[in-house]
C-alpha cells in the first residue's frame, strides 16, 4: 500500500509537469519522485528507473508534440535514487 506522502507526491506530478518555464527541471522531479516511490515501495532502485522511464514515455506518447528531451530529461530523473 503506497504511504500518504507517496500519494501526494503522485498527485502533484500533473501540476509539476504543467510549469512550462521549468520544462526540464519538472520533468526530472516527476521522474526522482516516481522513482523514488517505485524503488521504496519495491525495495528495488531498478523497478523505480524503469518506472521513470515508462511515465516519462506515457506522457510524451499522449503529448501533441513530444519531445524527446522531455523523455530524457524524465528518466534521468532516477539518478536520485541511485547510489554512487
Sequence with gaps: MLRPLALS???A????TACQHYDKAAHFAAGA???HIVA???NNKAAGCAAAVAV??????IDDQADPLDL???GLGCAVTLEF
Excluded at 13 to 16: D, E, N, S, T
Design 9 to 11: 507526491l503522485l498527485a
Design 33 to 35: 519522485a516516481v522513482s
Design 56 to 61: 516519462g514515455l506515457a506522457k510524451e506518447m
Design 13 to 16: 506530478l500533473p501540476g509539476l
Design 40 to 42: 521504496t515501495e519495491t
Design 72 to 74: 530524457i530529461a524524465t
